[in-house]
Every structure is written in structure tokens, then in C-alpha cells.
């Protein structure tokens, strides 16, 4: 919740008759709801939901290379003409995703696990392969964007969605799920598309080696890539093969690119990010906004630069953090009641360790289907801002999770606590090994601990046993 703003979620309606439409990579016809006008629309949509779900990583040198990239790729794929954008998004998951009309998302978490250039490339041609071939068109048409959960996995009631302002349709985009066939197809366009700007896309197949590392090394590590990218058994072996087949085809001394990649990612945030708010013994703080509250006991915490959502494991009630829309406490409340539709059950001001808030006690009544959820909110008026709180339940659920909103909500308060305010990020450094031997005592002798040694070898794409020699560059991490 680095930037907490507000925007509302703008639904695109695409509307227009069923047709077929010839598949770029395929030639074949296919049905498909998505004319490419269609495509560009929904991908405009989705791309600032996406971006302010998320945040975007700044970091000019990386983004002038995937940029530069991005573009000499597009350039020679199968539909140049789309007008494609590449963004680095500010999130430690390891993932890449496509959105229809053009865009390419890569996290920094994803970024940080990449050992050379033609591992990216090989990415970023499976990711523009998608576009290409229309998979997020087709699965779109197909499932008419199923909802993502909304916080960790959490089966949340539908009736509590519309209170978050998650962008549906954008993150919706992003959690897309692509077939067997799909991936293998994006798979071959990758070996493609790096090989035909002059990449070793054997390099492809080692990175989903990690990727693979990353899945069994437990530890609630396991990259989204993997869930969003169903991996078949052989994939690597394909991809080997498909590859060794265009190098073939066209013979050149295709670039690997590996110091130089090192070289550019020196310094990138590795991890959470505390300055963007973290928990902490159970209390999250945010540094930059100088804020703290409680969070309930064995509650799950997601955290993005529009909110904190909170919620319970079995998924009966969720509480939010964002800010609200007007000047006071009382205005927002006001305004949140005639935005949703709410009855009001009871509502007063109160103060919150000092600061002036307004408490609202209110249900909101599905016309359709009768639901009910109760929602207590807050706002809370600190540093120019107003922040609301919303704790949402049904009826029944509100006498059970009603003490934890409350202990939540009346903690809020300033953070002066300077510990906590300084708070830095882990960030990767690169250092250059000084005596050849195995990549475990290199990493040793760079005062790596022993309890992170493996999550370091992943990092570095090898085995602790893999041999390294004097001068070459390895990764480590440090604040």
C-alpha cells in the first residue's frame, strides 16, 4: 500500500457478435468473442487497474532494457502492429503475465530470478507468444474472466467484492489460466522470438529449472508463474529441442548475456518491501505513511498500494484499509453510504487515540438474492488524509468478528517508533567471486548465513556443488 489512492472500477462492456477470426500464428479459424479493436480496448482497461493494483517498479535502466527488447521482439512476431507496452510491476512474486492488445507485465520478483538476458528473452517471447496467438482473447471468450479471491486464496462470500477496490477486471486478466496446449504453443513462439533477435533459448529451459526449484523448495515460495503457466512434465526437454532445431536453421553465435544482466540488476529490491507497509509481531506499519494498527490473530494479510485487505482462514469476513473518498470523516461516511446503497443501523463521531474519526454501523441488502452483509467502517481523519476501515460480514458472522474489527480499527495511530519507520528492503547485490571452487563456499565467503544458502543457489540458478571460478559474478543479498 505504498500509494494509497482511490479509483472506482470502470467495467468494460465488449459487446458485438460471435465470430471467427483467423489465429495469426496458426492461420486456422477459431471462435472468438474479441475482435483486435476489442483486444486493445480490453487491454487499455486492464492495463491502469493493473498498474495501480500492483504499483510499477521504478528502475530506469531495467525498464530501458525491457523496453528495448520488448520492442525489437514485437517487431518480428506475428502481429507487430499491436502497440505494445512492457512494465515492470512492484511486486516480489515470480511472474510474468500478458494482457490482451499488447501488454507484458514482469514482476521484480521475476526479474531478480533471471541469470542472463536470453532467460528473459526467452520469457518475454512466451509471454508476447500469448498475445500473438490470442490465448488471453480465447481464454477470455471461454470463461468470461473468472474472479479472483481476494485475499491469499481465501473463499470469500461474493456479497463482500464489491466493497474492495481490487480491480476485478485487471487482476482478473492477470490470473487467466492457459492450457497444456496453449503453454507449448507460447513455449515454441518463445524459442522463436529470442532466437530470431539472436538469444540462446536453451537458456528458456534453465530458467524453468528454477522455476521448477522454486515449487519443490516449499517454504510458501512456490513462483505464480507456475500457477498461471501449467507446466508439463517435458517441458524442458521440449523446449531444449525446439531450440537446438532453430539454431540449426539459422546458424549465429546467439548471446547469453550473463554478466551483463547481473551487472543491470545489482541493487533490486529482493523480497517484501517494508517501506511499502509490513507485519510485524502481529502489527503492520507503514513507514512512509507513519501509521500502525493490530492485525487479528492467525488473520491472513495481503498488502497492495491501494489497500490492506485482512481476512480470517475460513474466509467469513474481511476487513479493509484504504483511503476514502472526502475531506472529513463524516463526509466519507456519508459518501460511502450513498455509494453503497447501505442502511444505516447506527453512526457517531468518536475519537481514535486522539484523531478525530467517525464510526458507521450499516447493512447492505442484496435486492436479488436477499444477502445481507453487515459492515462497520471507520474513518479515521490523519495527515490530510482520510482513512476508512470496513469490517465486513453477514449478520450472524458480526457478533463473532465484531470485537476484532473494533480492536483493529480503535488501534490505528501514528508510527513514531523511528525502528520501524527505517525499515529497509533486502535488495540483490552482485559480488564478484575471489577464489574458484563451489558456488556453497563463494557464497559463504560472502558472509552469506547458512539457513539461506539454498534459496541463494536457486537465486543463482545453480546447485550449491556447481563449480565457480575467480572473477565471475554471483548473487547474493543484504540491505
Not at 515492470?88 to 530470478?113: C, E, K, L, Q
Amino acid at each position: 500500500m505504498r500509494r494509497l489512492i482511490r479509483f472506482s472500477l470502470v467495467l468494460l462492456v465488449l459487446c458485438g457478435a460471435i465470430s471467427c477470426a483467423v489465429n495469426p500464428v496458426t492461420g486456422k479459424k477459431q471462435l472468438i468473442l474479441l475482435s483486435e479493436d476489442q483486444e486493445k480496448a480490453l487491454g487499455l482497461q486492464s492495463d491502469p487497474e493493473i498498474v495501480a493494483s500492483m504499483g510499477l517498479y521504478e528502475d530506469p535502466v531495467l525498464q530501458k532494457f525491457i523496453n528495448e527488447k520488448g520492442t525489437e521482439m514485437a517487431n518480428i512476431s506475428h502481429r507487430p502492429n499491436l502497440g505494445y507496452e512492457f512494465k515492470i510491476v512492484d511486486s516480489p512474486i515470480i511472474n510474468a503475465f500478458a494482457v490482451p492488445g499488447g501488454y507484458v507485465y514482469f514482476t521484480r520478483g521475476i526479474m531478480a530470478h533471471f541469470n542472463n538476458e536470453a532467460e528473459f528473452a526467452g520469457v518475454l517471447g512466451h509471454e508476447i507468444g500469448h498475445i500473438t496467438a490470442r490465448h488471453s482473447a480465447q481464454q477470455y471468450s471461454n470463461q468470461m474472466l473468472a474472479q479472483v479471491g481476494l485475499v491469499l486464496g481465501v473463499a470469500l462470500s461474493k456479497e463482500f467484492r464489491q466493497f474492495s477496490d481490487v480491480a476485478q477486471l485487471g487482476m482478473g486478466m492477470l490470473f487467466l489460466k492457459f492450457g497444456r496446449d496453449h503453454e507449448t504453443q507460447s513455449d515454441r513462439l518463445g524459442v522463436e522470438y529470442s532466437t530470431k533477435i539472436g538469444y540462446d533459448a536453451h537458456e528458456m529451459a534453465g530458467f524453468f529449472n528454477t522455476l521448477h526449484r522454486l515449487s519443490d523448495d516449499g517454504g510458501g515460495r512456490v513462483p505464480t508463474f507456475m500457477s498461471t503457466h501449467p507446466d508439463p512434465i517435458d517441458r524442458n526437454k521440449k523446449v531444449g529441442e525446439e531450440s537446438k532445431k532453430w539454431q540449426a536453421a539459422r546458424p549465429d553465435n546467439y548471446k547469453v548475456g550473463r554478466d551483463s544482466y547481473l551487472r543491470m540488476i545489482d541493487g533490486l529490491v529482493y523480497g517484501e518491501d517494508p517501506r511499502q507497509g509490513y507485519v510485524e509481531a502481529g502489527v503492520f506499519y507503514h513507514p512512509e505513511l507513519k501509521f500502525q494498527f493490530p492485525i487479528p490473530l492467525d488473520w491472513q494479510t495481503e498488502n497492495s498500494p491501494l489497500q490492506v485487505q485482512m481476512a480470517p482462514k475460513d474466509g467469513k469476513a474481511l476487513m479493509l484499509l484504504s483511503v476514502a473518498q472526502g475531506n472529513s470523516p463524516q463526509q466519507a461516511g456519508q459518501t460511502l453510504v450513498e455509494q453503497a446503497s447501505l442502511q444505516v443501523v447506527e453512526s457517531g463521531n468518536v475519537s481514535v487515540n486522539g484523531l478525530s474519526a467517525f464510526r458507521l454501523l450499516a447493512d447492505q441488502v442484496n435486492a436479488e438474492t436477499n444477502a445481507t452483509v453487515r459492515v462497520l467502517a471507520y474513518f479515521i481523519q490523519y495527515n490530510g488524509l482520510v482513512y476508512q476501515f470496513l469490517g465486513l460480514s453477514d449478520p450472524q458472522g458480526h457478533l463473532v468478528y465484531a470485537g476484532a474489527f473494533e480492536q483493529t480499527m480503535r488501534n490505528f495511530r501514528a508510527l513514531t517508533d523511528t525502528s520501524k519507520m527505517n525499515a529497509v528492503p533486502e535488495r540483490v547485490k552482485i559480488v564478484t567471486v575471489q577464489q574458484g571452487g563451489t558456488l556453497e563456499q563463494a557464497l559463504r565467503a560472502a558472509g552469506m548465513p547458512a539457513t539461506r544458502l539454498r534459496e541463494l543457489s536457486i537465486l543463482n540458478g545453480m546447485e550449491l556443488t556447481d563449480p565457480v571460478t575467480k572473477g565471475m559474478l554471483i548473487k547474493t543479498v543484504g540491505k
